[in-house]
T-cell receptor
Framework: AQSVTQLGSHVSVSEGALVLLRCNYS??????LFWYVQYPNQGLQLLLK??????LVKGINGFEAEFKKSETSFHLTKPSAHMSDAAEYFC????????????FGTGTKLQVIP | EAGVAQSPRYKIIEKRQSVAFWCNPI?????LYWYQQILGQGPKLLIQ????????DSQLPKDRFSAERLKGVDSTLKIQPAKLEDSAVYLC???????????FGPGTRLTVL
């Protein structure tokens, strides 16, 4: 079975400060990992994904994440927070092979303080 | 490219009533998912289709929930009868074999009174 754990249901940062949202995964096979963002009353939007290859992946809106197999982590970062980054962020895991189940974490709500 | 379409966007019903949600995935996407998202929680997979066959429905409360995907395109999720704890956002998503990350629709917010 596969799962993800997001540490911290709420994170607050000041505008311009570093954003760090934590995600650890559990998978018996090499995982595919995703980060999604959800704004109020909207569906989930893909920020970035790791499948194979380069372990540092860049996404939209200046976000990036690094796959660290030794730490079973896939933390999301952004060097400088913007007010528009305030939203809920979800980490998700699946595996290769096509048509696999995608499992989501419980989410981290990011607050950006002006 | 059009996204995933869902309707209705909002629905309010009383407990024990029935309700149905509709989803039209992105054209060409073989995989379709229905997720339930309760306030403050992450999305929980209810059912996953590959074309018109069910891949996973292990968390679908089959005594009251049903879903179908006729012709491998549109899908309908039904709840009958609804309970208070079914109040949630129901998210439909689709994906292709080559791009395994699901694309999500805007969701249907269900309130059961």
């Amino acid at each position: 079975a596969q799962s993800v754990t997001q540490l911290g249901s709420h994170v607050s940062v000041s505008e311009g400060a570093l954003v760090l949202l934590r995600c650890n995964y559990s998978s018996s096979v090499p995982p595919y990992l995703f980060w999604y963002v959800q704004y109020p009353n909207q569906g989930l939007q893909l920020l970035l994904k790791y499948t194979t290859g380069a372990t540092l992946v860049k996404g939209i809106n200046g976000f990036e994440a690094e796959f660290k197999k030794s730490e079973t982590s896939f933390h999301l970062t952004k060097p400088s927070a913007h007010m528009s980054d305030a939203a809920e962020y979800f980490c998700a895991v699946t595996r290769s092979g096509g048509y696999q189940k995608v499992t989501f974490g419980t989410g981290t709500k990011l607050q950006v303080i002006p | 490219e059009a996204g995933v379409a869902q309707s209705p966007r909002y629905k309010i019903i009383e407990k024990r009533q029935s309700v149905a949600f509709w989803c039209n995935p992105i054209s060409g996407h073989a995989t379709l998912y229905w997720y339930q998202q309760i306030l403050g929680q992450g999305p929980k997979l209810l059912i996953q289709f590959q074309n018109n066959g069910v891949v996973d429905d292990s968390q679908l409360p089959k005594d009251r929930f049903s879903a179908e995907r006729l012709k491998g395109v549109d899908s309908t999720l039904k709840i009958q009868p609804a309970k208070l704890e079914d109040s949630a956002v129901y998210l439909c998503a689709s994906s292709s074999r080559d791009i395994p990350s699901p694309f999500f629709g805007p969701g249907t917010r269900l309130t059961v009174l």
